[in-house]
């Protein structure tokens, strides 16, 4: 196959290409320069945007033996990336910016653009199985695992995507660009996220969206318990920053309920509040088998799994939890699995809390 | 580099001796040194004494512009201000905006027509308007990106008539135009060896012998205590044997050269009709062929030539490698888009029919993709 590897600068991106290359295919490496100005994305090892990390990545590919260049895609990013995390944040939700850029940038810019100038796929460092099933699955490292920020990807787009390295723990990947000469066996993890240099999201968000004072309010009497900055300042579960003067009745710590942008409200409530057992999500990718369906679903990066029924019903997909959870976003995915199988991805509208869903 | 530039290389190299050195060894050295700075002297029609060896290109011409302007500010502190034209190497502008940042120099960049070339009347009027308050003058022999030949003789003329040292990057020119330093009338001329064959990281600035110019460098005070450094005697004498190589065929490679590239022209005009070919069209350097693809991007074309084994380039990239929009065609009153369209061929000494051959096989089916491809600029 002639494939397209999308290189950042780090040790994933650069086995994942030298992996295809071995494999026989004909790759061509691309670095994404996303940011219009590189200096202000963050620097340093941390970075998969910088300067360095674009000469990282050339370097990688001088030493595989293929084609290397840089694609501007700044403008695509900003646009349908960065934008959109400022605007969902305004909106009381909270986005992952990394599926974001899977769905929008590297499978659909790149990916369009690779596809017309002749190539069959593209090759990425993402820790994901993708098997000759055509199921997307669970990195056998599961501490790296990133099926979660590539469910999103339709049937189409993962039909023309490449994953090397899910049969690989993150260790293994290290060893085995250390043995091909890569310089960038031991680059440190980019951990944060890209486009907010100093890592400092909430600092981010205030110079983008500037200040807009409301109040905080008791979820259960409607009291006013002080105010905020800005909404976007605070996420579902949040316990920290709410610089409450008014302590509870029982004494006990309250958390970030819900975050109403239309009131500019954030109510606040007893952690058991916090607590959900159906989740209501739309822009629904599905895969699975026909619902209802008994799988597990994952609602955050990271997060634990829950047991679940599941119901797909047009482009809502709902979720009863065997057992509730905790802090649920709107704006995150829900992404529900059977085993390491990906089944299907949404991005959750609604959490009804416990209390509300037994009544 | 050529075969004689390097047997030139390889025999001196093989001598041991600091050409700064007094003992025989040295004065061996030294020998080599002074026959080359001699034999580039008589080829380019300068004086040895005029013959300052750098590192290069990028070295020479900041030592022009910013020895110059130190120079002469130094004589009169309203001599403050650059004058260049819109479309110079990076080497002259980004020294120019340096000077304009740090040094409290004032900028004047001289406007280019349509074809790339600047109008001596637009110096005439900021001679006029300035007069000895410009400090240097600079503008590039022939253009690098769309190998338009600049008016130098007369621009050097006017300068030299207000009594304004006049500099010229002639780095794209030796070799391909007729070069001579004395007749063409400029206080300052930057050469390079790697564009004529020789060695990189050897060049020369010649300096007339009466323009006074700071250096930049400061230590022995080598080369006529403006450039400072031990000199690199074998690069100094591959440099010379290319200088004289390329000035003795310049004629017959221009004729040549010039004959594949016009060739070249016609035949992608013909199978690309909306090609757009960039410089002025009759006035430029032989082995130069610059266009526009309208509606193609020019990284795209790259890639999918370079796949094809056909080597082009985009014009100036930028740190990042991310493909800027050439100032240089935004100078000759291309839009951003146009500009992005954009690509060179360049031809040389081991071009033949076949590579152009080569070309105008891939070259169609290359168009006709990137074009395709540009959809994915389309916002969903």
Redo the contacts between chains.
Sequence with gaps: MRVLAAMSGGVDSAVAAARAHAAGHDV?GV?L?LARN?QTYRTGARGCCT?ED?RDA?RAADVIGI?F????M?E?FH?NVVDDFVAEYAAGRTPNPCLRCNEKIKF??VL??AV???FDAVVTGHHARLGADGWLRRSVDQGKDQSYVLAVLTRAQLDRAVFPLGDSTKAQVREEAAARGLAVADKPDSHDICFIADGDTQGFLQRQLGSAPGDIVDGRTGERLGSHDGAYGFTVGQRKGLDLRVPAADGRPRYVLSITPVTNTVTVGPREDLEVSVIEAGKVIWHGSSTPLECEVQLRAHGEVYPATVTVEGDTLTARLASPARGVAAGQAIVAYQGDAVLGSATINAAVPLAAARA | MLDEALAAYVAAAREAGNASSLHAAGRHARRTVEESRERIAAAVGARPSEVIFTSGGTESDNLAVKGIFWARRASSLNRSRVVASAVEHHAVMDTAEWLGAHEGAQLSWLPVDANGRVDPASLGELLEAYGEEIAVVSVQSANNEVGTIQPVAELARLAAQAGVPFHTDAVQALGQIPVDFTAGGAAAMTITGHKVGGPVGVGALLLGRDVACTPLLHGGGQERDVRSGTLDTAGVAAFATAVEIAVKGQAAYAERVGSLRDDLVRRVVAAVPDAILNGDPADRLAGNAHFSFPGCEG??L???L??QGVCCSTGSAC?????QPSHVLLAMGADEDRARSSLRFTLGHTSTMTDIDELLAALPGAVE??R??T???T??
């Design positions: 061509t670095h320069a590189p300067l674009s050339r084609p260049y840089v694609w501007d700044a695509q646009a659909e810019a369009d653009r017309a100038l002749g | 990284d795209a790259l890639l999918l370079d796949a740190s990042a490698g991310v493909a993709r990137a395709r491809a959809a994915w600029k916002p969903r």
